[in-house]
């Protein structure tokens, strides 16, 4: 009976272990944590671990951007979670969900790593039939 006791107590720590590691390898960001810059410089995303996920705020916004967001619904544009509940689907991809500020709406979208400084971003609106892609460069 003692022997059994051990053996559970050790296949519950390990598959622990197992959990745990699961956890931590789904909130790692990898190659796309850092600052990353969208196609016009008017916003810049932190892309980090964010709970068991990863997920991006933005840090900086454009006066036009956030004049935009508020017309959409989003009072602060800084601070704003874009990037929501993404988690590594392949080695430099995630795949979660995107907030529009000015649009007020959340849409699915992947991340993609293009190169050692480039990430392509796409939302898509309707089961990936309408799309949108950018490609994002990291500034820090």
Do not use: Y
Request: hydrophobic residues 45%; contains cysteine; charged residues 15%.
């Amino acid at each position: 009976m003692r022997i059994l006791v051990t053996a559970l107590t050790a296949a519950v720590l390990a598959l622990s272990g197992l959990a745990a590691n699961a956890s931590a390898d789904a909130a790692a960001p990898g190659a796309a944590a850092g600052i990353w810059k969208n196609p016009k410089n008017n916003v810049h995303v932190r892309i980090a671990p964010c709970g068991t996920s990863v997920c991006g705020t933005v840090v900086w916004a454009s006066e036009r951007a956030k004049a935009k967001a508020r017309r959409g619904g989003t009072a602060s544009l800084v601070g704003t979670q874009l990037l929501r509940e993404f988690r590594q689907t392949a080695p430099e991809s995630w795949s979660g969900r995107v907030f529009v500020p000015d649009m007020g709406r959340t849409f699915s979208g992947t991340l993609r790593k293009s190169g050692p400084n480039s990430l392509v971003a796409r939302g898509c609106l309707v089961a990936g039939l309408i799309c949108k892609s950018q490609t994002w460069t990291r500034i820090g």
